[in-house]
């Protein structure tokens, strides 16, 4: 663990050096602010194929396929996200060895920008998610800088233990993350935390210790709403790992969120799992006021109540499937919910 750290270290000395004031050619700068004035620099959105055609790209002569590594790493640190962005793929193209050092340095980098995924649509994403992306072996063409397992070591360790990095990197990570003595006392603290991790749940309970219970029932939230990614995520936990604590809650959560006058499917669909895993008469019980609210709601209820009794056969769920009328579009339905992973 010393030497990763000192590695860590090393390059992150090596990022800020390179990072400092770094003398531009005068075809650099001229392209710098023709950029600032493109569609690239105005609308901040990239694309995952950026760089990939220089010399003769997209953005023409107005691209930076001629700057040298060393300005597009000083570029790299300088731009606004989209910009920086543009400087930081083409030393990815390049299989510049200066792209690592950035790498660490901007895994704090939370600004936001636009990501282009099809010719109309877009998203929103930070800069430290989209520069992991382009060097994902996954993601990254043949000839691009891609991670070695030793340097996806430390970009894992640097997600894990180093603080004020929140990227979506981060909660892909955790919800990976094996059972691990040495990862308890993080992964605790991160689900702990005033501020919070709603992602540490999941690995969280996967050590099943007694005393993390309360943390995971108190996370059930009221509604557990499309706002609510703690609750949200509670409720996959606790469908995963059922536990008599956590049942009075579940039922409180039912009863609330058939009275209320929203519906949202992924709460009802993973608040459907987690009761199915109590096959008992009280359970049966709750699942009959389904049948007893409006027509409306009845019919969006029983898509997610009938794959949940599916997911979890059990004799006592007899009751309520002779009460189940599911048209065909509905059994699709179900189908589809029973092909998504648990």
């Known amino acids: ?20 004031a770094q003398r531009l050619s005068a075809a650099t ?50 731009l606004k996200p989209s910009l920086r962005t543009y400087a930081f793929s083409i030393l990815v193209r390049r299989r510049a060895p200066e792209v690592f050092p950035l790498l660490l340095t901007h895994l704090r980098d939370g600004q936001q920008m636009w990501a282009r ?23 990254s063409g043949p000839g691009d800088f891609t991670l070695t397992p030793a340097q996806q070591v430390i970009i894992d360790s640097l997600l894990l ?25 993080r992964v605790r603290h991160l689900a702990h935390s005033a501020w919070g991790t709603p992602a540490a749940l999941l690995p969280l309970a996967r050590y ?22 703690r609750g949200q995520l509670a409720l996959e936990v606790v469908q995963t790992f059922p536990h008599e604590t956590y049942y009075p809650k579940l039922r409180r959560l039912f009863s609330r969120n058939l009275a209320w006058k929203y519906y949202n499917a992924d709460t009802w669909r993973w608040l459907c799992l987690a ?24 019919q969006q209820l029983q898509v997610p109540l009938q794959a949940a009794l599916l997911r979890y056969p059990s004799p006592q769920w007899q009751p309520v499937q002779e009460q189940l009328h599911l048209t065909k579009y509905d059994q699709e339905k179900v189908q589809e919910y029973l092909a998504q992973p648990e």
Not at 34 to 62: E, F, I, W
Not at 214 to 222: A, E, F
Not at 275 to 298: C, D, K, N
Request: glycine share 8%.
């Open 275 to 298: 009761l199915a895993r109590y096959p008992r008469a009280e359970t049966v019980q709750l699942f009959q006021q389904i049948f007893r609210t409006g027509t409306w709601r009845q």
């Open 29 to 78: 700068r001229k392209a710098v602010i023709k950029l600032r004035h493109s569609r690239l620099g105005q609308d901040n959105t990239v694309g995952y194929g950026m760089g990939s055609s220089c010399p003769a790209d997209s953005l023409g002569r107005h691209g930076l396929c001629q700057a040298t590594n060393a300005e597009l790493t000083y570029l790299s640190n300088q």
């Open 161 to 185: 233990f180093q603080p004020s990095i929140c990227l979506e990197a981060q909660a892909q990570l955790l919800s990976t993350l094996p059972v691990n003595p040495r990862y308890y006392r």
């Open 208 to 229: 099943q210790r007694a005393a993390d219970r309360p943390l995971i029932r108190r996370s059930l939230g009221y509604r557990a709403g499309q706002h609510n990614s």
């Open 1 to 20: 663990m010393g030497r990763v750290l000192s590695l860590i270290i090393a390059l992150l000395v090596l990022a800020h050096t390179a990072g400092q």
């Open 117 to 139: 995924y099809s010719h109309h649509g877009r998203s929103s994403v930070v800069v430290g998610d989209f520069w992991l992306a382009l060097v994902n072996p996954g993601e």
